[in-house]
């Protein structure tokens, strides 16, 4: 098809040409005496990310997936307990990830749609007055349901409980898009991957552990540990410290990451949380005041500013939206996954996009919906999308030209 493709899933994301020209590199030797160079400023800027002073980094090559591995076999033993609230499908999979190293999950059932409780996480913790629960494992960005919970509400809870628990956090839908304090909520363990808010390809698992989870991860060893092999913290931080990587490092990833940094710091990364709000409230605004059709989220508080997850009406099927998304529009939108597959289809609008891009993908969401015979008022998505962007934009512009 001619034109450009419209990436509008929730990850992958558009990588921008600042940062695919950075990586087309040849190779070099990612053990000579300049390669710290490379690598020293990255984990720095890194921290930056996090939010974090006292947190270390570290990066593997690896996905989301490799994190969330990663983060609870280096600071966790077999038949530890941990406590996981589920909501969608990540949460989903973070807890099946738990259980397959042998982790004792104890499940809390949220409805699909909103997402982790301050109140259940309290009472829970409350109630657990052995303190055998050693970490609440919590998904800041259900990217299945477009869900944001309040992490920093969380760690309150965990505090009002008087609870030792370590606070792990999936902000692989979040970070780099959403705000996202590491030392300030007392986050223990975050996780990203390098093809959401970053922008790049996948390829880097991307973790922070905070000095109690490192130290967690030292008195595990007491215990029975978790295997730690190709995820050991151990061996990267040996290397790290120089600047290295105990294995072969990806360095179009290292490239790629360190441009990719450098354009979310020189836009300014409260800038770059205002601009998805920003973008997200024009595509929420074709979803409930234009196509008046409902969001997966609940409640505004719940609403994600990188995905919203649009229900179709009953008896229609968000696949086929999508399907002919792809086929006719050359659009790519994001499926339903799990409970929720076939009811909706998903909007990402995360990393590098504007206003025009978010109006395409909702321009071609709403073609393809007519064309499957939903029927939304023809151009009530795209209007409603303008009249915000147009009403909001001036004082959006002038906070990133500050
Ligand atoms: C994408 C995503 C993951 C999985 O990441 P992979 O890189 O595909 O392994 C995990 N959690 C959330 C919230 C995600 O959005």
């Known amino acids: 098809m001619a034109g450009r493709h419209f990436l509008h899933v929730p990850g992958p994301t558009n990588i921008p040409d600042r940062v695919l020209a950075a990586m087309h590199r040849p190779s070099e030797d990612h053990r000579s005496p300049i390669f710290p160079e490379l690598t020293k400023p990255i984990f720095a800027a890194a921290k930056k990310l996090f939010k974090t002073e006292a947190g270390q980094v570290f990066l593997f090559p690896a996905t989301g997936t490799g994190s969330w591995e990663a983060v609870l076999t280096n600071t966790l033993a077999a038949g530890d307990r941990v406590l996981a609230p589920r909501y969608g499908q990540f949460s989903h999979l973070w807890i099946e990830l738990a259980r397959k190293h042998g982790l004792d999950v104890v499940v809390q059932e949220e409805p699909w749609g909103t997402g982790a409780s301050p109140e259940h996480i309290h009472d829970a913790l409350r109630a657990d007055t052995g303190h055998a629960i050693r970490a609440v494992l919590v998904v800041h960005n259900e990217t299945a349901t477009g869900v944001t919970s309040d992490v920093a509400a ?3 809870a965990i505090d009002a409980a008087g609870h030792p628990a370590l606070l792990f956090v999936d902000g692989v839908s979040a970070i780099g898009s959403i705000d996202f304090r590491m030392d300030e909520w007392g986050v223990d363990g975050a996780i990203t991957g390098s ?3 970053l922008m790049m390809p996948a390829g880097l698992g991307i973790c922070c552990l905070s000095p109690k989870a490192l130290e967690a991860g030292q008195a595990a060893k007491s215990r029975n540990p978790l295997r730690r092999a190709f995820f050991d913290i151990e061996d ?7 600047g290295y990587f105990p294995y072969t490092p990806s360095l179009p ?3 790629g990451m360190r441009e990719a940094l450098a354009i979310l710091f020189e836009e300014g990364l ?10 997200a409230g024009g595509v929420r605004a074709a979803v409930l005041e234009g196509w ?9 508080k719940w609403y994600s500013d990188t995905v919203s997850a649009v229900m179709v009406p009953a008896g229609t099927n968000g696949a086929a939206v999508i399907s002919r998304a792809f086929s006719r529009y050359n659009l790519s939108l994001g499926s339903g ?3 929720v597959a076939g009811k909706l289809f998903r909007i990402g609008h995360l990393g590098d996009l504007n206003e025009l891009m978010c109006l395409a993908a909702v321009a071609g969401a709403e073609m393809a919906m007519l064309d499957v015979g939903i029927r939304v008022e ?3 998505g795209v209007r409603a999308a303008e009249s915000f962007y147009r009403a909001q934009g001036e004082a959006a512009a002038k906070l990133v030209a500050e």
Not at 236 to 242: E, G, T
Not at 292 to 300: G, M, S, V, Y
């Open 154 to 156: 969380v760690r309150r």
């Open 195 to 197: 093809q959401k808010g």
């Open 236 to 242: 990267m931080q040996r290397s790290n410290k120089d």
């Open 253 to 255: 990833m290292l490239y």
């Open 270 to 279: 409260e800038n770059v949380f205002a601009r998805h709000r920003y973008l």
């Open 292 to 300: 008046k059709l409902p969001l997966c989220a609940k409640e505004p």
């Open 337 to 339: 996954l799990g409970e």
């Open 378 to 380: 023809p151009g009530s």
